[in-house]
């Protein structure tokens, strides 16, 4: 079921004229309590499907805003299952919409791939991006996931080479998610022209849906990205404005911003 929600979500976009708006939240975050509620009111907003951050105390990837999100979560106590159990929930509010757990290796490897896996299908979570994990090294992860209805995602750089890219794209399966810079999240002035140029590469060696983040921060910024890429992923731009958010008003600004980012209008 997971790669046919992905699936009907692209063919949904594409119908709709696109593009595509992927947001990111990061579990447990600033409580597992406020993921919950916010998941499901983020879509109403306008997402089309939602990435589910795994906290981790090494972060590679992460620029500060949401390395200050995932430190938060982690002082709470989130866990990898606890995390897990979050998405098993959020699959029951948002039935339809794609659910992607979003993390680093090393809980996943410690987990053990087998169970992990077979946890991820009980909890119908849709894909899966392992931030950390050549691509040259996912084969087993790949291998359990495709025995579940998992989409492995992988992410591609300005930086990667074309046979990096070339051996990403035939393991892949949901989308492809396309870095639109070299360096760690978060939100920018602009797009980065790289990216444009990475989608071209990518798009040579794949018939799949392209998503492009990491800087995308506002309207302007997803039309831009919809003009060659099908979706647009925000994930620091959104995390920020729950950071600078008081938790009495979390669900209703960060709403009112993913409908902007969405183009849509939410009422008074």
């Known amino acids: 079921m997971g790669e046919t929600r992905i699936r009907r979500m692209f063919e949904t976009v594409r119908e709709q004229k696109g593009p595509g708006l992927i947001v990111f939240v990061t579990a447990g975050f600033p409580d597992m309590e406020a993921t919950l509620e916010l998941v499901p009111a983020l879509v109403a907003a306008g997402a089309d499907a939602v990435e589910i951050g795994v906290p981790f105390s090494d972060p590679l990837a992460e620029g500060p805003v949401i ?3 995932s430190f938060k979560a982690l002082q709470n106590g989130t866990s990898l299952e606890d995390c897990l159990n979050a998405a098993e929930t959020l699959r029951e509010k948002i039935p339809e919409t794609p659910v992607i757990l979003m993390g680093y290796y090393n809980p996943i490897h410690t987990y053990g791939l087998v169970p992990f896996t077979q946890r991820c299908q009980e909890a119908g979570v849709d894909g899966l991006i392992a931030v950390d994990l050549p691509w040259f ?20 750089a300005p930086t990667s080479t074309d046979e990096s890219i070339k051996d990403a794209c035939g ?51 997803v039309e831009e990205v919809g003009k060659t890429a099908e979706a647009a992923v ?35």
């Open 171 to 221: 393991g892949a399966s949901g989308f492809v998610y396309c870095i639109s810079v070299t360096g760690v999240t978060g939100a920018r002035d602009q797009v980065s022209g790289r990216s444009f140029e990475l989608l071209d590469r990518v798009r040579a060696q794949t018939s799949l849906p392209l998503a492009v983040g990491f800087g995308i921060s506002n309207r302007t910024h």
């Open 137 to 156: 090294e996912a084969a087993p992860l790949i291998t359990e996931c495709r025995e579940r209805d998992i989409s492995m995602i992988p992410l591609l």
């Open 234 to 268: 925000v994930g620091s731009a959104l995390i920020r404005v729950m950071l600078e958010s008081p938790r009495e008003e979390l669900v209703e600004r960060t709403s009112r911003f993913v409908a902007e980012l969405a183009g849509a209008t939410l009422p008074s």
């Open 67 to 69: 390395q200050e999100s």
